[in-house]
């Protein structure tokens, strides 16, 4: 039999949302650097301790070059639904990274971020409006989770309010397991001439947006403006902030009603929030594909050693349930004093862009909806969800409440 037949499968499905795959806890006890098989047969290393992890993330012998064709691939039609000649913030490496993230981070300052506080009170507000209209009960993904991201991250990047429904449904799509390649491809098309239009309309018309500013910075810097790359930045943004937002909106929401002690410790101070927001990240970590890299090098982690072309799997929820950065890691702690320690967002070079919006985005929605509906309930038992659990986006289907 070869290694790829008897290896593990990877990506790991959660069997309960509140509790990580049996075998992350085994790896990170017995084999922390461990061989696993991607969807396309290939083996690649499992990295599940935090120390692992953070130092693979950091590490620039290690790329996270998509197109590369010892890539490590998580998804049918990863590399297919990639068109070779463009090139992403988050596929890129080295110098050229550091230019295309310098080029945009100032979007992204928390000086920036507390400036929208108005608008994302607002688009909350507006949310929870229409969840307080509904019949109960009222399904939260639906009301709150799906369009308040989509709606910060339109008006962030540009993107008409108009165009939510269309980004919900190309996000929610972009991050299922079972499109075939073809779907990929298509998908990838359609959304990449959208952005095209909308950039090209924006050169003519430029509004007090990120795509605006970009247009301008690049006719300053370089007097052209670079359609495609712009229109890459414009999709990944789209798609980075949505499901994994929404995600983690309503697994927190969720976990709150589940656990009224915590919920109550979180309420009882509006100060309290923004630890329990850090601790709801780390506990849900919803990303369940790694981050995956490319050793370039031959390189020693933990004691084992990496070869040039090997892909590794640094999987940010194991690390995020290593006791040995976090006491009693698999409980719900809105208290823990080192939440903000996790790699939720990743870590190093490319390191969530969007971190301040997500943490000053799920404070407002926490404090505001349990605030306006401090009866909020689960109108189902936990046993009647349906979570998603593809192994790309954790979250859960539908999330009914009532109060
Ligand atoms: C709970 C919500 C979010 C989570 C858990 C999350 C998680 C992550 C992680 C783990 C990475 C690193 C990927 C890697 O190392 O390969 C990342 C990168 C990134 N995220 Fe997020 N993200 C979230 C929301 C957002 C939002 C709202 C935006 C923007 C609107 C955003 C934009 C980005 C971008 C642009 C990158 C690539 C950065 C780079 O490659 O330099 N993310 N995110």
Request: neutral net charge; charged residues 30%.
């Given at each position: 039999m070869t290694e790829a037949i008897e290896l593990p499968q990877f990506p790991f499905h959660r069997t309960c949302p509140f509790s990580e795959p049996d075998i992350y806890h085994r790896s990170r006890s017995e084999s922390p650097i461990t061989r696993i098989r991607m969807v396309d047969g290939r083996p690649a290393w499992l990295l599940t301790r935090y120390e692992d992890v953070r130092a693979v993330l950091n590490d620039?012998?290690?790329?996270?070059?998509?197109?590369?064709?010892d890539y490590p691939v998580f998804v049918v039609g990863q590399k297919e639904g990639l068109d070779k000649s463009e090139r992403f913030l988050v596929n890129m490496d080295g110098a050229e990274h550091a230019a295309a993230r310098r080029a945009v981070i100032s979007e992204f300052s928390t000086r920036r971020i507390a400036a929208l506080t108005p608008h994302i009170q607002l688009t909350v507000d507006e949310a929870i409006d229409k969840l307080l209209e509904l019949?109960?009960?009222?399904?939260l993904v639906r009301a709150v989770a799906m369009p308040v991201p989509a709606r910060l991250t339109a008006r962030l990047v540009g993107v008409?309010?108009?165009d939510d429904g269309l980004f919900q449904d190309l996000t929610s799509r972009s991050v299922?397991?079972?499109?075939s390649a073809e779907e990929r491809v298509r998908f990838a098309e359609e959304v990449r001439a959208y952005m095209d239009s909308l950039v090209t309309a924006k050169m003519a018309c430029p509004g007090d947006d990120l795509l605006s500013r970009q247009i301008t910075q690049q006719r300053a810097e370089?007097?052209?403006?670079d359609v495609a790359g712009l229109s890459s930045l414009a999709v990944l943004l789209m798609i980075a902030g949505q499901e994994t937002t929404a995600e983690t909106i309503a697994l927190g929401v969720l976990s709150l009603l589940t656990h009224p002690d915590q919920l109550a410790e979180m309420t009882s101070?509006?100060?309290k929030v923004p630890l329990a927001v850090e601790e709801m990240i780390r506990y849900f970590t919803?990303?369940?594909?790694?981050p995956p890299r490319l050793a370039t090098e031959d390189v020693e982690i933990g004691g084992v050693l990496i070869r040039a072309g090997e892909g590794v799997v640094a999987n940010i929820y194991a690390a995020n349930r290593d006791g040995a950065v976090?006491?009693?890691?698999?409980t719900l702690d809105?208290?823990?004093?080192?939440?903000?320690?996790?790699l939720a967002f990743g870590?190093?070079?490319?390191?969530?862009?969007g971190a301040n919006l997500v943490r000053h985005e799920l404070r407002i929605v926490f404090e505001t909806l349990f605030r306006r509906?401090?009866?909020?309930?689960?109108?189902?038992?936990?046993?009647?969800l349906t979570f998603?659990?593809?192994?790309?986006i954790y979250g859960v289907q539908e999330l009914p409440v009532t109060w």
């Open positions: 620039r012998r290690f790329s996270s070059d998509k197109a590369a064709s019949p109960r009960p009222a399904d008409d309010h108009t299922r397991h079972d499109l370089h007097g052209e403006v101070d509006p100060d919803v990303l369940d594909f790694g976090f006491s009693a890691p698999q809105v208290r823990r004093a080192n939440a903000r320690q996790h870590y190093g070079p490319h390191q969530c862009l509906i401090p009866t909020l309930r689960l109108a189902v038992r936990i046993d009647e998603k659990n593809e192994g790309l």
